[in-house]
């Protein structure tokens, strides 16, 4: 079948479910209870048969994963009764951990697989109406991550690892008509670092084939061409004499790349001709492979900082934010494909899961009087919204129910409702709600962070520098208790300019609690600490070591004493500290 027509079919369907989402929401919640209704945790709440969304709210609470958790390790342990869903569940998927420090288990079955590939159908068919497909390859940094098997029998492994093992993801791709351009022993390899080089190697050999570029994450893909900056000449030494580099050690990578590497010295020459032409790798992408249409990749959230470095990779290619989900699920696509990546939004898809909102003015008023800022606990329960019942400019709390077993869970994103598309509402994401900087009254999330270290990197512009990466800790070890910003910087700034930057950091945190708690000395100075090079690479083979995979990393935006081996990591690397005088 054409893909534009196929495209087009994908589209009418998404059209006809937003128009209807209040009663695709109230089928869709009614299947879920259906199928999984004699499963333990269901009936302890004594719903009866009754699948309404009103007998649902009232008498099943809003929970977190902390509250699933003993349920989950049954099934982890190999429970022979139905736990959670009717079906068994023969899949566990790992979070990335780099929240709470440690991966989650997260049921995993294959109604989450097809909804994974119902979100790709329907933003590529979206993108292909725009920027369509003929016919090409795709240089997609993905990757498997390490696999293990659970007490009971299960296994356990990332998500993205769970969806390109399935027979499912290569026949959307192939129907998408963009696969990848690297074989599956690359993709599924044991060692990142052997499988990205020879994703890159792989890329160069079908450059001219290449239409699309993507990863998981806008991190990953910068992370990738970074590499590449390091290692062009050695990869075009290899496509000149055909013999893949001798780093390249794992047996199975180095049979699959012998089917797909040969001489090629035209070649090798074309890409070192290119290389040495770029002034500072600016417009590499566009460059090196001319036919790629766009790059993709989810770019909002924590992703936002790495916007500046993707668009001077890319040059004149378009940067295309991908779609809104997470280990326990998909929640909305990407149906605006030219929207630039700030300001992207997600239709939720009505029929790929139930879902309720809490607001967040409700919450922050719940949890007002408490000491400790752990949102998961308010003295009054606020009420949830349903799907369609948000109010356009408001912000709330995602809650899920799936089709693997989690029942009114609360993710911890908050999103704000940018409009609807027909029905159904689009969301822009804002922040994680527990990623949160607070000492005393002070409240700043991931989104203030972010701000502030945007407006201090600016001052590093006048001597040609960047911040790599970042992250940040309340340090409460001292009195009064002070932030500390930790930064990778890409080069040696002068003391000045980075005495500058601290002062510059704290004065942008603007939150009214911080200003004033500043003012009066109960937080102390802020603290910027700069960090040798490499040190978020050290973070990234960390998380690597525990299960992640390179494409579903994140950089740890706040780093608690939970997380104490990636605060060791960050402390063992300090080359510099600054302390703030801005409120002198």
Known sequence: MDSRFASE??????????KNAKRVQIETLQKILKENGEAEYLKKWNLDGRFDPQTYSSCVPVVTHKDL????????????HPVLTGKAITTITLSSGTTQG?????????????????????SFAFRNREFPIDNGKALSFIYGSKQFTTKGGLLAGTATTNVYRSA??????????????????????PDFHQSLYCHLLCGLIFHEEIQVISSTFAHSIVHSFRTFELVWEELCSDIRNGVLSAKITVPSIRTAMGKVLTPNPELADKIHRKCLGLTDWNGLIHEVFPNCKYIYGIMTGSMEMY???????????????????????????????????????????PNIGYFEFLPLREIDMASRDQDEPDFTFCPVEPKPVGLTD????????VVITNFAGLYRYRLGDVVKVIGFHNATPELQFVCRRNLMLTINIDKNTEKDLQLSVEAAAKLLAAEKLEVVDFTSHVDIASEPGHYVIFWEVSGEASDKVLKECCNCLDKSFVDAGYVSSRKVKAIGP??????????????????VGLGSALNQFKTPRCVT????????????????????????
């Open 69 to 80: 958790e003993p349920y989950i390790q049954k099934i982890a342990d190999g429970a022979s």
């Open 561 to 584: 004493p939970v997380n104490h081996r990636v605060l060791q990591i960050l402390c063992d690397n300090v080359a510099k500290s600054y302390i703030s005088t801005t409120f002198g």
């Open 102 to 122: 440690k991966p989650k288990f997260v049921p995993y079955n294959d109604e989450l697989t097809e909804t994974t590939m119902q979100i790709y159908r329907t």
């Open 390 to 397: 948000v109010q356009i400019g408001e912000e709330y709390e």
């Open 9 to 18: 079919k994908v589209i009418e369907e998404f059209e006809s479910l937003t």
């Open 168 to 189: 499912q993801f290569k026949k959307t791709m192939r129907a998408m008509q963009t696969p990848c351009c690297s074989p599956d022993e690359v993709i599924f390899g």
């Open 526 to 543: 802020l603290e910027l600490r700069v960090l040798r090079r490499g040190t978020f690479q050290k973070i990234l083979d960390h998380y």
């Open 307 to 349: 916007l500046k470095k993707l668009r001077h990779y890319a040059g004149k290619v378009r940067l295309l934010s991908a779609d809104y989900g997470s280990s326990e699920g998909w929640i909305g696509a990407n149906v605006n494909p030219n929207m630039p990546p700030e300001r992207t939004t997600y239709a939720v898809l």
